[in-house]
Each structure stands twice: as C-alpha cells, then as structure tokens.
C-alpha cells in the first residue's frame, strides 16, 4: 500500500508540471446531460431522461469519490479531527440527498426520482472542487 501511495505521490509531481502548462477541463455535466438528450431520441422522453441521469450521476459519483479522497487525505495529513468532521459532513451530505430527493419524487413524479440526485450531485462536485482547488 506504501509503495502505491508512493508511486501516485510520483506519478502526481511528474504530471504536475504538464498540469501546469495544460489544466485540466473540468466536465460540464449539465452539458453533457443536455447533449445526451438531444442524441437520444430514440429512446422517447422517458427513456432519454432516464438513461441520460443514469451516465451522468455515474460521472458525477465517480468525481465525488476522486475528489472526497483528495481532499479527505489532504485534510488527514493536517488535521485528523478535520478529516472527521469531513467525512460526517459527507455521510450527512448523502442523507440528505436520499431523503430529499425520496420526498421530492413522491410529490413531483417519477422523473425526480433520477434527476433529483443528478441535480443535487451536480452541485456536490462543484463544492468539493472548491474545497480541494480545482474550482
């Protein structure tokens, strides 16, 4: 485990220099969310809405994840009573998104069920981008 710490600390020195003349794009999700209904007439509204959520909270989960474990380390090397505070944030943060999304399905519709999170995990990857510089 020491040796691939390790090697991602290495690996993230020597692509840091090319970060530096060349960042990184950050992904447009509302973007891609929009491009991906447009090309998905095929599946008729439902579907497209369905399936477009579905691509983009896997992109967006998979950020969050990436982005938790940077700051999360970042904040342990520092202050591990922050790194707990941040963690319980994080954990309260998924709570609510459940619930309030849960709520808001049954009362809106069927479509809130899928884009509630999408939304809501829209907007946790520009906080956590905040959190760890990158936005």
Known sequence: MHLFATGI?????????QALADPPKLK???AAY??????????????AVEGCTEFVVDETKREINALYNVIHAQLESKSPDDAAEFDKAQRSWLAYRN???DLAGKYIGSPE?????????????HELRQIAGQG
């Open 113 to 125: 069920f899928v884009v509630c999170p999408m939304n809501l995990d829209i907007e946790r990857v």
């Open 99 to 101: 619930a309030h999304c």
């Open 34 to 47: 929009d491009e991906c209904l447009k090309a998905s007439t095929d599946a008729g509204p439902t579907g």
């Open 28 to 30: 447009d999700y509302r």
């Open 9 to 17: 600390a290495l690996g993230s020195i020597l692509l840091s220099t």
